[in-house]
């Protein structure tokens, strides 16, 4: 394999064209846009797009060339002399039959077949990116009295416009931020919401005043698609509508937080909200409720125009911290940037699969159907309370036992998976090792492409098991779990042999209490011990000391760091869902379990009981998030919540709260009417949560008695009998 593609061609193709931003159809051509020396150029190309093909199935009708290739149960390539004969061709093949291989985006047609990626040779900071955002009348651009009030742009060069606070009509902002989009020419246009509702609310008031959003680099208009499409978010997909800008790539910052937030730690996904969670929010930014827009529009207009560049402002900077990855993953997978964005990641080493093969005249295997393997070793060895704590973790388990082990997929007959996980390590080292030294921009273009390696790195185990991957091999997938189990396994017992207490294992790693008496270095000289003694290539990593541990169940516990913060992990303990004063006294509960024990979190329970009887928690503390999809408005189970979420748009978020008559509402229209007994349940549900912290139920109740069914009130303990 390295003597036909070396591994700088194996990681970004064999034929990358430097600064390509953009792969676009015209007509039965491409036309291709390249970023160099700060301009873009455009030229158009000849490209025969391809269909791969077993070789039992008739070669469909318009078909150019067919050129068989080495091995493989996929091996003829057919070519077509353009995208017309091509489509006929596809679509006819997908009403009778999935077997077959041919990506339908003309960008990843090309990319594969000629061998490249997007956005070769360039740094993030090259892109020339613009943020956008609308304020308008109404919600729904078709709605009476619907209108854009005011708008802004912000290019990553720092330039700001702001549009419709000098009385400008409706027509004459559409024209304003056509023009500008069109003189600031950028690659990216990023927006929070963007796909659900400023670009689709544009495009439908540009249609009812007969005017075009002429923001495409070929004169085009923005275009919403006709169908929705999924994007992934770890295990679970969730649908949006694109919005297409040719030669042009749109990225909506709500699904890269998301995605950044897949363990569901983010109280709201508003874009001050995130900005604030993260971090990098801005002391002094504009503020305006929803419900003051049109006011500011009519009487104060230059607040507005701070308020809607304050919010392009927080999009770029949103921007700037989570797009680097996808932009770097980009560099390599050679998909549009869309599909990198919103793609999952067994899609993408598929690709990187198929460009190689088809590099090396090598034909492509059918998936194999799905066969279930065993998982990670998980255990919990001891709930109860601990301290001090240490947590050591086997460094990029799965990737390291593929490559020390050599396990890959046997049907990869020229050795691609193996090589190019052992390329995307090496490179992932290098950009770690220049990332201890690097400052200012280097430190950010190094962390952005360690962080797109690494997610590429840790796909590779799960490209084994994936259904549609045409290299999957789940006999290999279950010998990388065996193996894992049999490492983890040993470590235990070695951390055990050395008079460790372990408390938990999960898959790579353990949390153990050291034997009393030890020093401040056993932990560390245990961890060099233990390397020893596993096999080259897969090493533990000391991950750090906590003051204490809170096990309740199998990656479910709280940690307390030894400058006092706590570390909350597992599902049953922090969701999005909960509400807010149940993650306050889960927090408050817990560090009372690490300084005063069972009576002092008791305390922290009757606390919340009163407030609740007392009336004096806020709206915003008994509410609950909720998400709005599709199917809040159709489905007959969700009626409470579609009653609440009335003029809210799917990819939006919606805090509720439960009224005393069953119903949910806004919190916005909260009136003193909460479910002051439903309240006095979920604090005893999240209270259960530490129940595994007694030694019987019977001690459970005795501080933590249920609510009665009636009045929400506590029922009280039962007499414990003594003869």
Known sequence: MTARLDPEKLLYGPNPRPGLVAVELAGEDLRLYARQAGRVRSETVRFEPWLLLPPEMPVPAGAGRVEVLEG???????????????????????????????????????????????????????????????????????????????????????????????????????????????????????????????????????????????????GSAVRVASAAR?????????????????????????????????????????????????????????????????????????????????????????????????????????????????????????????????????????????VSYPGGYTELRAAGIFAPVVKVDIESLYPSIMLAFNIGPARDTAGVFLTLLRVLTDERLEAKDRLRSAQGPERAYWNGRQAALKRLINSFYGYLGYARANFNDYRAAARVTQVG??????????????????????????????????????????????????????????EGRFAGMLALKAKNYILLTEDGELVIKGSGLRSRRDERFLRQFAEEAARAFFGGGPEAAAERYRFWLEQIDAGTLKPEDFGRLESVTPKTFTSPNLRRLAQAAAGKHPGERIMVYQRADGSLAPVEAYAGDEDRAYLKRRLYDMALRFRPLFKDQAEFDRLFPKPSAKSGRPEPAEQLRLF
């Open 72 to 218: 493989g149960e996929l091996n003829r390539l057919v070519r077509f002399p353009g995208w017309t004969a091509w489509r006929s061709a596809r679509a006819e093949l997908s009403r009778q039959t999935d077997d077959f291989l041919g990506p339908p985006s003309p960008a990843e047609q090309f990319l594969t077949a000629e061998g490249g990626a997007l956005f070769y040779g360039l740094r993030f900071e090259d892109l020339v990116r613009v943020a956008l955002d609308i304020e308008s009348s109404t919600l729904d651009p078709t709605a009476p009295g619907a209108r854009v009030l005011a708008a802004a742009l912000r290019d990553s060069r720092g330039q700001e416009f702001a549009f419709g606070v000098r009385g400008e009509s409706e027509a004459e902002i559409l024209t304003a931020l056509t023009r500008a989009v069109r003189e600031l020419d950028p690659d990216i246009i990023e927006g929070h919401n963007v796909f659900a509702f400023d670009l689709p609310y544009l495009v439908g008031r540009a249609g009812a005043l007969g005017l075009s959003l002429d923001w495409g680099r070929d």
């Open 230 to 370: 999924q994007y992934r978010v770890g295990p679970k997909a969730f649908r949006f509508v694109p919005v297409r800008v040719y030669g042009r790539h749109v990225v909506d910052t709500m699904h890269l937080v998301q995605r950044y937030d897949a363990a569901g730690e983010l109280e709201s996904y508003s874009l001050k909200s995130v900005l604030a969670a993260l971090g990098i929010g801005r002391e002094g930014r504009a503020t305006l409720h929803w419900t003051e827009i049109e006011a500011a529009w009519a009487k104060a207009p230059e607040r507005l125009a701070e308020y809607v560049l304050d919010d392009v402002r927080d999009v770029g900077a949103l921007s700037e911290l989570l797009l680097p990855t996808d932009f770097y993953q980009a560099q390599v997978v050679p998909h549009p940037f869309e599909d990198v964005t919103a793609g999952g990641t067994g899609e993408k080493i598929n690709s990187l699969m198929v460009r190689a093969y088809l590099a090396l005249g090598r034909g492509i295997p059918r998936p194999e159907p799905p």
């Open 485 to 542: 189990q049999e490492i983890i396994k040993e470590v235990v017992g070695w951390l055990e042999a050395a008079g460790a207490r372990v408390i938990e294992v999960d898959t790579d790693g353990a949390y153990f209490v050291p034997p009393a008496g030890a020093g401040p270095d056993f932990d560390r000289s245990l961890v060099e011990a233990v390397n020893r003694r596993l096999p080259p290539g897969i090493r533990l990593a000391w």
